[in-house]
């Protein structure tokens, strides 16, 4: 079983759709989550960082923690073209110094 | 805003040879991090470096790999060897501490030929 597990996609919808992302894992050990968000041959970059179970809402993007399902998920609000790009998963905890264990990423189309 | 910064954005070299890839991470930052993706697959940790030294590598880190903090700004990855499959984006991070979020730089494409 992979540690984390990410829907590859692609997933494409209209603009101002509302976009659910989702990741799970194996490891319970994993106690910080972020979001990333990456465009074609640039770097991840970061959109939110959660540590508790519940939601963190920033602008137009909520993210949502079960520890107990060990489930994360990020929900897009009215979706824009400027959208469109690979969402990753990534998280860390445990004994470790800070590696982060990414999921495959998740392919958005935000089609006008 | 503070950023991490990667030169060069894409190295060709001959298969053999020697590349350096240089990072500076975020000034105030204790945590700085290597990471590969290879065109089409996930992102994946290669190696942490904390308070000078390496605090942690993946089974990828072998010998051909070797990290350094040469100065108080810089930080550098280098392949002494490459090989074909060596061909990939390398990303540069760093962090406040272990469990604070870890900022990405654009990273370096490596060719390997």
């Known amino acids: 079983q992979k540690e984390v597990e990410q829907d590859p996609g692609p997933l494409s919808v209209p603009e101002g759709a509302i976009v659910s992302l989702n990741c799970t894992y194996s490891n319970s050990a994993f106690q910080y989550f972020m979001w990333y968000r990456q465009y074609s041959r640039k770097g991840p970059e970061l959109l939110m960082y959660?540590?508790?179970?519940g939601n963190k809402e920033d602008g137009r993007f909520t993210a949502q923690v079960d520890k107990s399902s060990k489930y994360i998920s990020l929900f897009i609000r009215d979706s824009q073209p400027s959208d469109s790009a690979t969402y990753l998963c990534a998280m860390k905890g445990g004994t470790s110094y800070g590696k982060l264990t990414f999921g495959q990423g998740t392919i958005l189309t935000v089609h006008p | 805003e503070p950023e991490v910064t990667q030169t060069p954005s894409h190295q060709v070299t001959q298969m053999g040879q020697e590349v350096i890839l240089r990072c500076v991470p975020i000034?105030?930052?204790?945590?700085f991090y290597w990471y590969r993706q290879i065109l089409g697959q996930k992102v994946e940790f290669l190696v942490s470096f904390y308070n000078n030294e390496i605090s942690e590598k993946s089974e990828i880190f072998d010998d051909q790999f070797s990290v350094e903090r040469p100065d108080g700004s810089n930080f550098t990855l280098k392949i002494r060897s490459t090989k074909l499959e060596d061909s990939a984006m390398y990303f540069c991070?760093?962090?406040?501490?272990?469990?604070?979020?870890?900022?990405f730089g654009q990273g370096t494409r490596l060719t390997v030929v």
């Open positions: 959660t540590y508790s179970s």
């Open positions: 000034s105030n930052h204790l945590y």
């Open positions: 991070a760093s962090s406040l501490n272990r469990n604070t979020e870890a900022f």
